[in-house]
């Protein structure tokens, strides 16, 4: 049975691509109203909305007064999507403004809500819209990052509104439990029955929940300009942040060295080696429903840091030695002083060697270590390090282990999350 769905399209260019969306949320069986900006209709004009949605199109809350349409929209939705979501669309809906139909819909709603942004770089990373959409996703807003491409005229960056395709998909993660299983203009739904999925999550499952996430790696100095680090680019961690977001959580991001922006919504406490991080993590994970070990600490450190840049001598046989000594143990530390209810997550990239497989060495290291939940990431022969898909299984304190399929580190979070999920319930 299809459900109701509002389509609002703000007034920018990429306002056409919501007429493919439309045919997309139709085509799967659903009853769409769409309800434009008055600015959205000088790209798009009323009679398109129209005859593509089967129903009367307005800007305006003085049309059809008699049916209280600024109220009765948004009370009767199921979902909520607006794109393209302009800059100035963002700001109304992160300050309650309500001047015309639309946003009227946005303040009565009471369904899931996802903004799909679109607009010049320049505007998507002022200050004023970060600080918007950090707004709007504490609200439990689902906004989706905009897509990097040719803009409007000649300028190239993230901007772009995500191609309808892309936002049909993110909207199916949404909608309620029955839609979530079914298969739709070639959208595919994953096997629920083999381990934690990597198929679309329901709505705002972590609302109200305070999430630590530890992201990247540290680097431990040698000299002002040397230091021992590692691969890590802390692309997972940023992904699991941006996902826990996306499902509503509160999120603080330990970071250390990363490649990838911090998503917009995360309190972010930037660090460098592995005492700083530990610091932070005991720290904010003071008050956390679920603490994430993600990021690839240094296991060593050098002993005594030298106050100037090591010189190398003219005998090429005299290299200094480095004596390194233990960092602590940040993710057993964090079990040691959990709260009660509290879930600690680790991770551990693991090879197989002589002694064992990854995967055995991934079960010694859960029971040492006694967290809930241990990612194993096998990182043999350089992979998963920097790349954009990774493959992972998890391993649960009560013995279970869960494969998740390869994809994006984006799809593994959720399905990590829904790991998680369990054992807060």
Known sequence: ???????????????????????????????????????????????????????????????????????????????????PATADLLAKAAHGLADDLLTNVLLTARCPVLLAPAMHTEMWTHPATVANVAVLRERGVSVLDPASGRLT????????LPEPDEIFAAALMLLPEPEQQRTSVGTSVPDVATGPQTSPVAGFDLSGRQVVISAGGTREPLDPVRYLGNRSSGRQGVALAQAALDRGAKVTLVAGAIEVAVPPGAEVVQVETALQMREAMNAAAESADVVVMA???????????????????????????????RNPDILAGLVERRRPGQVVVGFAAETGDESGSALEHATAKLARKGCDLLVLNDVSAGKVFGQDETEVTVLAADGTVSPVPAGSKSQVSQAIWDAVLPLLR
Do not use: N
């Open 153 to 160: 005229g000649a300028d190239t960056g993230p901007g772009r």
């Open 1 to 83: 049975m299809g459900l109701r769905i509002v389509l609002g399209v703000g007034g920018g260019i990429a306002a056409y691509k919501a007429c493919l969306l439309l045919r997309l949320f139709k085509e799967a069986g659903h009853d769409v109203r769409v309800v434009p900006t008055q600015a959205a209709l000088t790209f798009v004009a009323a009679p398109t909305w129209a005859a593509l949605s089967g129903h009367p199109v307005s800007a305006s809350v003085w049309d059809e007064v008699h049916e209280v349409p600024h109220v009765r929209i948004g009370q009767q939705a199921d979902l909520v999507v607006v794109a």
């Open 295 to 325: 990021a690839a600490v240094a296991d060593f450190r050098p002993a005594q840091v030298a106050e100037h840049k090591i010189k190398k001598s003219a005998d090429a046989d005299d290299a200094p030695v480095v004596t390194l000594v």
